[in-house]
């Protein structure tokens, strides 16, 4: 009877620290019909084996870390949830559809991307992953402010969330210089050029692509370090992989790594940790970052763009006027 008494107690003490929680949440998952509406949402695709219904105190210590970690003040303001016009709201309806499954929801996803495109000029989807995991956990005026801070702030993506993403290019760039020379032109064999990888590591901070387990944890370092963490990252993984991408012989095989499709969640966990670690921040730190990316941009990226957009004004067969046309 006593044992039983104290697993009640235990128990008791379990549900109030729970409950704690959930009153510090102020997103999606305070609703009570969350599971029900949403429990399938494209969001929670990486939610493995139920990891966040099982570790949600757990998973809104994490999230309360990053808005500290980030100085952000939790909005106390009585906000609006009135959605916008259909015709204001249209360009960001198909990135809601693809993260929520619950109309309201999703309504309130289309004004918080409206309302960032008006304060970015300018937006592209990993703005929208990185939207649709913190409105889990925050009321839409605090993720504004988040998604404000990681914007604005020269610590965490400025320049990543443009629709032509060359800032984020550019640092890829920057990273794959640090790496050995004979795994770096291995890359370009294979086709693997950064822009085609970390835009999702980086501009959407692995969202779509580490299980929550995991995600968590890169989060945790991500939001306290900055970008520094990023190219960390980057380091850490290709150090860890070396040996894979190496021997790969497509590249689907070495992309399904990138994409840490083939990636076993041990080693990725290992990565996230390792990252971390003094010998990388030592790298990192010394490197001159302004000079780093002025080489990136110049070395890989200014001929393509700059002829890109000349192309723009190149005149078309179509709009020839031939002499037997004239009146």
Known sequence: ?????TACRASGRILHLA???????RGFLAQPTFWQTDGDAPILKYNRDDWLQNHMDEAIAHAVGWSASMGIELSRIDFDTTPLSSESARI???DANRTYRSEPNRDIMVKLLSFAQTKFGDY???LGYVAGLLLLFFDPPTVFKMLTV???SPKYLPGYWRGEATACAVDGYVCLSLLREPLKQKLLSLGLLPETFVQKWFAGICIHHLPYHILFLFLDHFFAE???YLFQFFLAFFDEFEQDIMTAKSNPEANSLIRFESAPEPRLAKVVEAASQERYRTVVGGVDLHRARIRGFEDNLSRRLQGANEGMWQKRDDDITFSDEED
């Open 1 to 5: 009877l006593k044992s039983k008494r």
């Open 150 to 152: 990681l914007n604005d």
């Open 226 to 228: 900055g970008n520094r």
């Open 92 to 94: 960001f309806r198909a």
């Open 19 to 25: 409950a704690l929680d959930m009153a510090r949440c």
């Open 124 to 126: 592209q989807q990993s």
